[in-house]
């Protein structure tokens, strides 16, 4: 072994120690940021609605589960302290879940506005308030990182209520980062590009997967591993300067 794989294979894991309460990780980018989390040295409790999917990767991790539908503010709140209890204590929040409906600006229904707000941004407020609340009284910091969106920086047509939410997780990232930033707590949030998960899985097709593609000077798509690799760097003390930012992992396609 050369004496840099070997000082390497004695770095302690960048997550160790850490415990990270993570929403909508029942499946897709946020299932796959779970499973990074705790190949990163993590204790993880997990946030979901659906089952059986939830309770399934929280076994092949090793997480905790707790059941919530993120609309409900009463239950939201309840499942974050579950989850912080059940951790004993919490560094790290990833306020991942979140809803797509698609529809003209001109037919958005109150209903698909209000669940896309309540999820998107609603439920982010919630989790952040009592998880800001618990890293305060432990005294040491922490890190929140919120999943919003390109959408929330570009926009797509038939998706007005969508790209709104995600504009309003930037702000609500920023001035979280402001007024947590005293306590060392910071706050990022991710902006994806095209995931291939089941969100918008059943409207795509193949002639919509190249185009899209097309629009990446990497020519493809993004792997929610692509995404949970920023959360890894952004829950890492290779952030500790970080804050109130919006990042792209757009492979290119949005650059500001
Ligand atoms: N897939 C993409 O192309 C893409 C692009 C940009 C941003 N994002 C964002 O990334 C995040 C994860 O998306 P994904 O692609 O993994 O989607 P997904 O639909 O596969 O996963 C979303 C998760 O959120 C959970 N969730 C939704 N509503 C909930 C509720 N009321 N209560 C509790 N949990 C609820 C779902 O059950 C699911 O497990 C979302 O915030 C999404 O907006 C996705």
Not at 33 to 44: H, M, N, P
């Amino acid at each position: 072994m050369t004496d840099r794989a070997q000082s390497a294979s004695l770095t302690p894991l960048p997550l160790a120690g850490r415990r990270a309460v993570i929403t909508g990780a029942g499946r897709g980018i946020g299932a796959e940021i779970a499973r990074r989390f705790v190949d990163e040295g993590a204790t993880v409790a997990i946030i979901d609605i659906i089952e059986p999917e939830t309770h399934d990767v929280g076994g092949s991790i090793g997480a905790k589960v707790a059941l919530a539908d993120l609309r409900d503010p009463v239950a939201t709140r309840r499942a974050t302290q579950q989850a912080i209890d059940e951790l004993g204590g919490i560094d790290i929040l990833v306020n991942n879940a979140g809803v797509l409906r698609f529809s003209a600006l001109l037919d958005i229904t109150i209903e698909d506005w209000d669940l896309t707000f309540d999820v998107n941004v609603r439920a982010m407020l919630l989790t952040t308030q009592v998880a800001a609340a618990a890293m305060i009284a432990q005294g040491h910091g922490g890190t929140i990182i919120n999943m919003a969106s390109m959408g929330g920086k570009v926009g797509s047509p038939n998706q007005a209520h969508y790209a709104a939410s995600k504009a309003a997780v930037i702000g609500l990232t920023r001035v979280t980062a402001m007024e947590l930033g005293p306590h060392q707590i910071t706050a990022n949030c991710i902006c994806p590009g095209y995931v291939l998960t089941e969100m918008g899985a059943a409207t795509r097709t193949p002639e919509m997967l190249a185009n899209w593609s097309a629009k990446s000077p990497l020519n493809r798509l993004a792997q929610p591993s692509d995404v949970a690799n920023m959360a890894v760097f952004l829950a890492s003390d290779q952030a500790s300067y970080c804050t109130g930012q919006a990042l792209n992992v757009t492979g290119g396609m949005v650059m500001h």
